[in-house]
C-alpha cells in the first residue's frame, strides 16, 4: 500500500492543480468581462460575480479612490445589501483603509480576530479568512479589491497572488475609464466653449447697421428665431443672408444642435441628392459605406439652404417632400427616415418670376416663403458704411495679428462707391487695403489701390442687355467671361448656362487668363 504522507502529497498537489486551474479560467473570464462592457460600474459587479462563480472567492467588493477627497468609495459588492449608501475609507481606516494607506495586501485568517475589521458594510462572515489587494494604476493606488476565500487555510498565499493579478487587470480598465471620463470631459467643456463662442460671433453683435432697413431685418430675426418656422432669406450676393441664418440659429432653442449648410448651386442633381438624403452602402458606383446626408446631419437643429432658386424642377419635387412630412429615403434604401430640422433657405433670385415662367415648383415656392426676410443692399443704406467698415476692419486686424485704423478720407472714399458686390466686396476691399498699409492706418491712398475708384454699379450689364451666349460671333473667351458675369461671378452658376461642369469652367477661367472678379 502507498504510505500516508505521500497520498496526503498526491491529493495536496492534485487539489493545487485544480485550484491553479480554476483561478485561470476565472482570470479569463475576468478579461472578457473588463473588455466588453460600456457601463463601468456594472462591469465591476460582473467581475467579483465571476471570481464568486470560478474560484469561490465570497464577499467581493471593490473600492476605488476618489481622488477630490482622497477617500475609498466602495464601487462595487457581490452579495452585499442592495440599499447601502455610499460607504467611504479614509486612508488608514478599518482593513480596506489600511490597505489603502500601506498599499499593500493584507492577509487575514479569521477577520473578526483583528481589531481594525469595523464590519461597516455587514458584509462579510467574521470566521472566513480575508484577502485584500491594493489596486494599482503605475505606483499609485487606486483602489481596494477584497473577497473572503474558504476555510483552506493553506491555500492563502495562492489566493493573495490570484487576487493581485485580477487587480491588475481591474486597475487597467480604471485607468483607461479615466482616460475615456477625462477626455469626454474635455470634449464637453470645448463644445460649451465653442458654442459660447459661435454664439458671440453669429449673434446679433455681427450684424451691423442703424439704418430703417436693417432695423427691420433685426426685428425680423428676433421674432422668427424663437420659433421652428422655415425663413427665406432674400437678396443680392454679399448682402450678408448667412449671417441672417447664423443669428436664426444660435439665438433659437435649437442652438444647441447642429447646424448644417449646403450650397445647392455648388452641385448637380446626383450629387445634391446624395449630400441631402445620403446613401445606402451600394447604392451606386463608389457607395462603399452608408452615409447619412445633410437633413439627417442636421436632426434636432437647424440647416441652412443657400442659393435654392439654382435647384432644377426634377429636384425640387424630392426636396418639397422632406420640407412638408420631414420624410425622405437614402439613394438605394427602402426605409423612410423622418427628420425634426428646422429649415432657413436663401436665394439672390426672383422666385415669383420664376414661378410664372414655370421654372420654380408654386408649391415649393409657398413652402419656402413662409416668412421672407429682405437683406437691403449696400447701396441702399449707404449711411451704414462707416459703422461696417469699422467693424470689418476689427476682424481683419483680429486675422492679421494687429492693430488697424482707418481715417475719415478713406470712409467719404467707400461711401461714395456703389458697392455691387455689397459686404462681401467692402470685406474684399478693405482687406486689400489692410495689406497695402505698412503703418496700419487705412487712408484714401489704400482705398484708391484696391481698384474700386471710378466703377459703378451701372456699368454692370443690365438684363436687357446682357449678351446672348449662343452667338456664334462669340469667341470661347468673351463666351465664358459672359456667363461669369451673368452668374455674378459664381462659377457654378455660370458653368450651369454654359451647360459644363465647375471643372471645366475653372481650367477654361484658367487656360484663358480670366481675371475672376471676386464680390
Not at 445620403?278 to 459605406?289: L, M, N, P, R, V
Not at 435647384?311 to 423622418?338: D, H, S
Not at 461714395?416 to 462681401?424: A, F, I, K, L, S
Request: aromatic share 6%.
Amino acid at each position: 500500500m502507498m504510505p500516508y504522507e505521500y497520498r496526503e502529497r498526491i491529493d495536496r498537489d492534485d487539489t493545487t492543480d485544480a485550484l491553479l486551474e480554476r483561478e485561470l479560467e476565472t482570470l479569463y473570464r475576468v478579461s472578457q468581462v473588463l473588455s466588453r462592457s460600456l457601463d463601468f460600474r456594472q462591469t465591476l459587479r460582473e467581475v467579483l460575480s465571476v471570481l464568486d462563480d470560478g474560484s469561490d472567492m465570497r464577499h467581493g467588493m471593490i473600492s476605488l479612490l476618489d481622488e477630490e477627497s482622497g477617500d475609498l468609495l466602495v464601487s462595487a459588492l457581490h452579495e452585499g445589501p442592495t440599499s447601502l449608501g455610499p460607504v467611504r475609507y479614509r486612508s488608514g481606516e478599518g482593513v480596506v483603509g489600511t490597505i489603502l494607506e500601506r498599499g499593500q495586501p493584507l492577509v487575514l485568517r479569521r477577520i473578526a480576530e483583528d481589531e481594525r475589521f469595523l464590519d461597516r458594510l455587514g458584509l462579510y462572515d467574521g470566521q472566513l479568512p480575508f484577502v485584500g489587494v491594493p489596486i494599482k494604476i503605475g505606483a499609485q493606488t487606486a483602489g481596494v479589491l477584497a473577497a473572503q476565500p474558504g476555510e483552506d487555510l493553506g491555500a492563502l498565499n495562492m489566493h493573495e497572488r490570484f487576487l493581485q493579478m485580477v487587480a491588475n487587470l481591474v486597475g487597467q480598465s480604471v485607468r483607461l475609464a479615466r482616460k475615456v471620463e477625462d477626455a469626454q470631459q474635455e470634449l464637453k467643456t470645448e463644445r460649451d466653449c465653442l458654442r459660447r463662442k459661435m454664439r458671440g460671433e453669429h449673434g446679433f453683435s455681427s450684424m451691423v447697421g442703424h439704418t430703417r432697413s436693417m432695423e427691420i431685418v433685426f426685428e425680423q430675426v428676433r421674432q422668427v428665431a424663437k420659433w421652428n418656422t422655415t425663413v427665406l432669406v432674400r437678396g443680392e450676393s454679399g448682402t450678408g443672408k448667412e449671417l441672417v441664418a447664423n443669428a436664426i440659429h444660435y439665438n433659437s432653442p435649437r442652438a444647441s444642435g447642429p447646424f448644417i449648410k449646403l450650397n445647392c448651386a455648388a452641385l448637380p442633381d446626383t450629387l445634391l441628392e446624395s449630400e441631402l438624403f445620403g446613401h445606402e452602402k451600394g447604392a451606386f458606383t463608389g457607395a462603399i459605406s452608408q452615409r447619412k446626408g445633410r437633413f439627417e446631419q442636421a436632426h434636432g437643429g437647424t440647416i441652412f439652404l443657400d442659393e435654392i432658386g439654382e435647384i432644377t424642377p426634377a429636384f425640387q419635387a424630392k426636396l418639397l417632400r422632406v420640407l412638408q412630412e420631414g420624410e425622405f429615403e437614402r439613394i438605394g434604401g427602402t426605409k423612410t427616415q423622418k427628420v425634426d430640422v428646422r429649415v432657413v433657405a436663401a436665394t439672390n433670385k426672383n422666385l415669383e418670376g420664376e414661378v410664372k415662367e414655370g421654372s420654380f415648383r408654386e408649391d415649393l415656392y409657398y413652402r419656402l416663403n413662409v416668412m421672407p426676410i429682405q437683406m437691403p443692399s449696400l447701396r441702399e443704406r449707404v449711411e451704414d458704411v462707416p459703422d461696417l467698415a469699422r467693424f470689418l476692419i476689427g476682424k481683419i486686424a483680429r486675422g492679421q495679428g494687429r492693430d488697424l485704423s482707418i481715417d475719415d478720407g478713406a470712409l467719404r472714399a467707400l461711401m461714395g462707391y456703389d458697392w455691387p458686390g455689397n459686404v462681401r466686396e467692402l470685406e474684399n476691399c478693405l482687406e486689400r487695403a489692410a495689406v497695402m498699409s505698412e503703418a496700419g492706418t487705412i487712408g484714401t491712398r489704400e482705398i484708391s489701390m484696391t481698384g474700386i475708384e471710378g466703377s459703378s454699379v451701372s456699368s454692370s450689364p443690365s438684363p436687357a442687355s446682357r449678351v446672348d451666349l449662343d452667338d456664334p460671333d462669340l469667341d470661347e473667351r468673351e463666351r465664358v467671361v459672359a456667363a461669369l458675369e451673368q452668374a455674378g461671378w459664381v462659377q457654378a452658376k455660370a458653368a450651369r448656362l454654359l451647360g459644363m461642369t465647375p471643372r471645366q469652367i475653372g481650367y477654361r477661367i484658367q487656360t484663358l487668363n480670366i481675371k475672376v472678379r471676386q464680390i
